[in-house]
């Protein structure tokens, strides 16, 4: 079961771009590398998931190196609503079994 | 309603005692999952059902612990001889199948022991 490590917490201010880095050595080849967004007293809500390269879609884009041991999350122009916990996390998509969420990324955007 | 939907939102109990909580997955989503948010803290994997078949039940912290899933949708997570430990947000989670993302999410019940 691959694990996953991100920064416990990061500070930034509104209208910056955000990256938030995800280290996944142990990745398996089936893996896919999903990323979540939770506010508090909320359910954890899905914002991109991808494989290798780059995905983009309206809110976020996923930047994945070619040996897969990372993931960088990208938020272009960060508003204050975008302060929340983002969680990392790898699993395979086939064969599942449980999907790993760590403790996650606290982002703390300042006006 | 659209979405996963999990009941009480809040509940709060005495040590000792017995709780049972609920969860309404989206029709016709296959996949269910239970997990435990300690404050603070990630999301800890409890148990996982898939239609009609076995759930893996490795997460589960203690014989305390059980879940079952009713005719392939509501299921119901109940905690028995409940103690100070448990005390935690329980989130259940669907999917149209095994693995498939995003896992849509309710937002949980927020159980306390006294």
């Known amino acids: 079961l691959a694990k996953t490590t991100q920064p416990i917490s990061m500070d930034s201010y509104e209208g910056q771009e955000v990256n938030i880095t995800c280290s996944h050595n142990n990745i398996a080849t089936n893996d896919y590398i999903t990323w979540y967004q939770q506010f508090p007293s909320q359910g954890p809500r899905f914002i991109i998931q991808g494989y290798k390269t780059k995905v983009t879609n309206e809110v976020a884009s996923l930047f994945i190196p070619a040996d897969r041991k990372s993931s960088t999350l990208s938020l272009p122009r960060v508003s204050l609503s975008d302060t929340a916990v983002y969680y990392c996390l790898v699993g395979d998509m086939r064969n599942f079994n449980k999907f790993y969420f760590g403790s996650g990324t606290k982002l703390n955007v300042k006006p | 309603g659209a979405g996963v939907s999990q009941s009480p939102s809040n509940k709060v109990t005495e040590k000792g005692k017995d709780v049972e909580l609920r969860c309404d997955p989206i029709?016709?989503?296959?996949?269910l999952y239970w997990y435990r948010q300690s404050l603070g803290q990630g999301l800890e994997f409890l148990i996982y059902f898939q239609g009609n078949s076995a759930p893996d039940k490795s997460g589960l912290p203690s014989d305390r612990f059980s879940a079952e899933r009713t005719g392939g949708s509501v299921s119901t997570l109940t905690i028995q001889r409940t103690q100070q430990e448990d005390s935690a947000v329980y989130l259940c989670a669907s999917s149209p199948a095994p693995g498939d993302q995003p896992q849509h999410f309710g937002d949980g019940t927020r159980l306390s022991i006294l």
């Open positions: 029709s016709g989503h296959t996949a």
